[in-house]
């Protein structure tokens, strides 16, 4: 593990494309993780997002990616950036410098998928007053400069906020990622055991993949 360096960003805020600039240039690793698949990958070039098919992941996985598409776009709109735009700063110096790439993320479908299976109805009237809570009042229960990465503590109360009022969403929004991107990590660490990698992921998960990398040994 000591050659694993893992850092937690902000998709829509200019500190995290610096901080990746940094990582790579001081890091200089052999690998780049990715907090991103297959399916997401070209909408991350594109001036619109990958678009998903309600037929195969559900109504409510579908509603949920567009309001999460719209919302994260919205954000990105006030500080002046493009959502994801780390991941693809790391793309272009990985391909530049030549470094391989790989996506550890769990597939988009899968995960809306299970998210249209699990979201309670309790939950998705929350989150619809929740929308219409933030619309109207503007103002945010935790407030936080949207152009840098949050501070830890403001991290694990957001996390704590999601977990309490959408058990599920947490859980597969973040818990079962966690779980799969954390294998992904130690297939690769055991495929490249004395090579330096760059795991880059939101920062919500970097608490969660670090503890579950934590006891991890190469047999």
């Not at 699990?118 to 933030?134: Q, V």
């Amino acid at each position: 593990m000591k050659h694993v360096v893992l850092i937690g960003t902000s998709h829509i805020a200019k500190q995290s494309i610096q901080e990746v600039t940094q990582a790579i240039e001081i890091h200089n690793p052999r690998m780049i993780c990715l907090e991103i698949d297959a399916k997401r990958l070209p909408g991350l070039f594109s001036k619109g997002n990958a678009k998903q098919s309600w037929r195969r992941i559900g109504t409510k996985g579908y509603i949920f990616a567009l309001i999460a598409s719209w919302a994260e776009k919205k954000l990105g709109d006030m500080v002046g950036t493009s959502p994801g735009e780390e991941m693809k700063t790391a793309i272009t110096i990985a391909k530049e410098k030549s470094i391989p790439i790989a996506l550890i993320d769990q597939d988009i479908e899968i995960t809306l998928k299970r998210l249209s299976k699990t979201l309670s109805w309790k939950e998705k009237g929350r989150f619809i007053w929740d929308i219409l809570k933030a619309v109207t009042t503007r103002k945010p229960d935790i407030e936080f400069d949207l152009r840098t990465v949050p501070e830890k503590r403001i991290i694990q109360v957001l996390i704590s906020k999601v977990r309490e009022r959408y058990p599920n969403v947490f859980r597969v929004l973040i818990e079962e990622r966690n779980i799969y991107m954390a294998a992904r990590i130690k297939e690769i660490i055991s495929q490249h055991p004395n090579e330096k990698i760059l795991v880059i992921v939101g920062a919500g998960h970097e608490e969660g993949i670090t503890k579950l990398l934590s006891d991890y040994v190469i047999q």
